[in-house]
């Protein structure tokens, strides 16, 4: 199912979050803007890894593991849940636009030794990160890549953000170019048929490119190839861990509104179908959208600006009296901007919102019984940003890295509010102390 992309980042419908929001999606997403996908284009020729160096004296510092270990997951999480046996996760890469087809591995199966550390100082590398959005999902992305970028010796020259648009990702390609760097880490709301245009220029200087949640239709993914890496989370079953939890909020029933962001990106859709999957198990939540079943890859029952979900969730409050939970397809913004429709209708109190990607306000209407608020997802995208980082490390070092990673996510709750956060954000996020 695949929509016709008329958001760039997380586009209007038909798209493959993303994932975001994803969460997001991935979400911690910002506005989009339409336009056509540039043709596609042959996959260009990739240069050889460099050979191994000697790392200089100045490279010669101790490993930093506080940066370059996993972190434990908290109890409070639940482990097994957050993080199953990768047997159980049924992404694919070509899920995301990445060919060939691999299954996942768990980003902490990616880890370098103190002489790969020290081999990759010795390097002296440079990276750019354009990210999407400056959200605090995406802002705790950066910090993990800064800091692991920080750990390898590696010098981050510049970030940017294309803010959902496909013309903004070409235009801040173009502008980072002339740095000649040795790596570049992007993705994110972009729609594969677009990814392999734009991102020419960089595959044929021979530049490491390391990919969130998006590949690139008509090239492939892996060692040697135009995309070294593609970095993610199990979209599907965020979703479905979310649908888990809504039906758990909500035992006796609830009448859940559903409106979603039209776009074509497949990390948000794949997030979404997962959680209408979920709740087919709950036959108490009854679903209700516009214009004919709920469905991720329509264009009924949705907005096409996740920067602007305020107009269009209070005509469909309006329609739509008699529920009581709706749902936003990440928090900021389009959460933020449902939360205001609530308000102005009157209907605080009245209606819930169940959404994703926990941000600063989903963390202070959790922590009080009277938030809006009352199911928020979360992922890892901290640990996330340090593995798209060693991903890009190590392939310009030659070493072997897999061609799809996949790190935890999990739902957050008062209970288990600080913890959720903090693994989330990483160490130069911690939960606001407005929430505690």
Same mark, same amino acid.
């Given at each position: 199912?695949?929509?016709?992309?008329?958001?760039?980042?997380?586009?209007?419908?038909?798209?493959?979050?993303?994932?975001?929001?994803?969460?997001?999606?991935?979400?911690?997403?910002?506005?989009?803007?339409?336009?056509?996908?540039?043709?596609?284009?042959?996959?260009?020729?990739?240069?050889?890894?460099?050979?191994?160096?000697?790392?200089?004296?100045?490279?010669?510092?101790?490993?930093?593991?506080?940066?370059?270990?996993?972190?434990?997951?908290?109890?409070?999480?639940?482990?097994?849940?957050?993080?199953?046996?990768?047997?159980?996760?049924?992404?694919?890469?070509?899920?995301?636009?990445?060919?060939?087809?691999?299954?996942?591995?768990?980003?902490?199966?990616?880890?370098?030794?103190?002489?790969?550390?020290?081999?990759?100082?010795?390097?002296?590398?440079?990276?750019?990160?354009?990210?999407?959005?400056?959200?605090?999902?995406?802002?705790?992305?950066?910090?993990?890549?800064?800091?692991?970028?920080?750990?390898?010796?590696?010098?981050?020259?510049?970030?940017?953000?294309?803010?959902?648009?496909?013309?903004?990702?070409?235009?801040?390609?173009?502008?980072?170019?002339?740095?000649?760097?040795?790596?570049?880490?992007?993705?994110?709301?972009?729609?594969?048929?677009?990814?392999?245009?734009?991102?020419?220029?960089?595959?044929?200087?021979?530049?490491?490119?390391?990919?969130?949640?998006?590949?690139?239709?008509?090239?492939?993914?892996?060692?040697?190839?135009?995309?070294?890496?593609?970095?993610?989370?199990?979209?599907?079953?965020?979703?479905?861990?979310?649908?888990?939890?809504?039906?758990?909020?909500?035992?006796?029933?609830?009448?859940?509104?559903?409106?979603?962001?039209?776009?074509?990106?497949?990390?948000?859709?794949?997030?979404?179908?997962?959680?209408?999957?979920?709740?087919?198990?709950?036959?108490?939540? =009854?679903?209700?959208? @516009?214009?004919?079943?709920?469905?991720?890859?329509?264009?009924?029952?949705?907005?096409?600006?996740?920067?602007?979900?305020?107009?269009?969730?209070?005509?469909?409050?309006?329609?739509?009296? @008699?529920?009581?939970?709706?749902?936003?397809?990440?928090?900021?913004?389009?959460?933020?901007?449902?939360?205001?429709?609530?308000?102005?209708?009157?209907? =605080?109190?009245?209606?819930?919102?169940?959404?994703?990607?926990?941000?600063?306000?989903?963390?202070?209407?959790?922590?009080?019984?009277?938030?809006?608020?009352?199911? @928020?997802?979360?992922?890892?995208?901290?640990?996330?940003?340090?593995?798209?980082?060693?991903?890009?490390?190590?392939?310009?070092?030659?070493?072997?890295?897999?061609?799809?990673?996949?790190?935890?996510?999990?739902?957050?709750?008062?209970?288990?509010?600080?913890?959720?956060?903090?693994?989330?954000?990483?160490?130069?996020?911690?939960?606001?102390?407005?929430?505690?």
């Amino acid at each position: 199912m695949r929509l016709r992309l008329r958001h760039p980042d997380s586009p209007v419908i038909r798209v493959l979050l993303s994932g975001a929001v994803v969460a997001s999606l991935l979400s911690g997403c910002s506005s989009a803007a339409s336009t056509t996908a540039p043709a596609q284009s042959a996959a260009p020729a990739q240069s050889a890894a460099p050979a191994q160096s000697a790392a200089p004296a100045q490279c010669d510092t101790p490993y930093d593991s506080a940066v370059l270990d996993p972190r434990p997951i908290p109890a409070s999480l639940d482990p097994v849940t957050a993080k199953p046996d990768i047997a159980q996760m049924t992404i694919k890469s070509t899920d995301l636009g990445s060919n060939p087809e691999v299954s996942p591995q768990w980003y902490d199966t990616l880890q370098p030794t103190p002489d790969q550390v020290k081999q990759i100082c010795g390097m002296h590398l440079k990276a750019v990160f354009l990210d999407w959005a400056d959200a605090t999902y995406n802002q705790s992305i950066r910090s993990g890549v800064r800091q692991e970028f920080q750990a390898l010796g590696v010098d981050l020259v510049r970030i940017t953000s294309f803010n959902f648009d496909p013309n903004g990702l070409a235009g801040a390609l173009a502008a980072v170019l002339p740095l000649n760097p040795d790596i570049i880490i992007t993705g994110g709301t972009i729609d594969p048929n677009q990814m392999a245009a734009i991102m020419k220029p960089a595959a044929d200087k021979g530049i490491t490119i390391v990919s969130w949640a998006v590949g690139a239709k008509g090239w492939e993914t892996g060692k040697g190839k135009p995309i070294a890496s593609v970095i993610s989370y199990d979209f599907f079953q965020l979703g479905k861990q979310m649908g888990a939890a809504v039906c758990k909020k909500y035992p006796n029933g609830a009448k859940l509104g559903y409106l979603h962001y039209i776009n074509n990106v497949d990390a948000i859709l794949l997030r979404e179908e997962g959680f209408l999957e979920a709740l087919k198990a709950c036959p108490k939540i =009854e679903v209700i959208a @516009d214009g004919g079943p709920a469905d991720p890859r329509g264009s009924n029952s949705g907005f096409s600006d996740p920067n602007a979900a305020t107009n269009d969730a209070a005509a469909f409050l309006a329609r739509h009296s @008699d529920i009581n939970v709706l749902f936003a397809p990440w928090e900021d913004p389009p959460g933020l901007g449902e939360m205001a429709a609530i308000k102005q209708s009157g209907l =605080e109190g009245k209606i819930d919102l169940v959404t994703m990607d926990l941000a600063e306000t989903g963390a202070r209407q959790l922590a009080t019984a009277n938030g809006t608020i009352k199911v @928020d997802m979360a992922q890892d995208v901290y640990d996330g940003g340090r593995t798209m980082a060693l991903a890009g490390a190590m392939t310009k070092a030659g070493l072997d890295v897999p061609a799809f990673l996949i790190f935890p996510t999990y739902a957050a709750t008062n209970a288990n509010l600080k913890d959720a956060w903090d693994f989330m954000h990483g160490p130069e996020y911690p939960l606001p102390v407005s929430t505690q």
